[in-house]
């Protein structure tokens, strides 16, 4: 790859995307570019993992076009951690098959989304440069709707209040 340097160009690192032909990368360089340098950086790129399955609902029907997240993380490092984004992303086929790669080795939690679903199966574990793993099964459940009201002390509506559904602290 070639990109365009600016005068005294600083680099802390390169770093390298995953892709169905590769994993991600992160190389520190702390190197100054100058205009004029043509020596080339060599990058040398690991095969990425591969995950491969279906996702299904609890009586083992298909669950078109829902949405996989990897994380190249153990579990504990992203649970209850909003926001925190995938490694990867991916969509199942209208039969529920997904297919993802881009991944480096080691640890990996790999789940589904869907409208109106939860996951309530996962897969995790660690997995190789270059290792395909399949017949992995992602299970999700319909989710349900709470209603209610948020009232005062003499049961006026409150407005603007924010509410958290989960477990009870």
């Known amino acids: ?3 365009p340097v600016e005068a005294r160009l600083f680099v802390q690192g390169i770093k390298v995307m995953g892709s169905a032909s590769n994993a991600p990368l992160q190389i520190p ?15 040398h790129v690991k095969r990425p993992a591969v ?13 078109p076009g829902a949405s996989i997240q990897v ?3 153990k579990r ?12 990867v992303t991916g969509t199942a086929d209208a039969n529920g098959n997904f297919g993802v790669g881009g991944m480096p080795g080691g640890p990996f939690v790999l789940s ?8 309530v199966q996962r897969a995790m574990g660690g997995n190789g440069f270059g290792e395909v793993l399949e017949n992995i099964e992602i299970v999700m459940a319909r989710s349900s709707m709470i209603q209610g009201d948020v009232l005062d002390e ?16």
């Open 1 to 3: 790859a070639r990109f």
């Open 29 to 43: 360089l702390s190197k100054v570019f100058q205009v004029g340098d043509h020596d080339p950086i060599e990058v």
């Open 51 to 63: 995950f491969k399955g279906r996702v299904i609902d609890e009586e083992g029907n298909s669950v």
């Open 71 to 73: 994380w190249a993380e």
């Open 76 to 87: 504990w490092a992203i649970e209850g951690i909003s926001g925190k984004e995938p490694t």
């Open 112 to 119: 589904a989304t869907a409208d109106g679903m939860f996951a």
């Open 154 to 169: 003499n049961n006026n509506g409150v407005g603007g209040a924010t509410i958290e559904v989960g477990e009870a602290k």
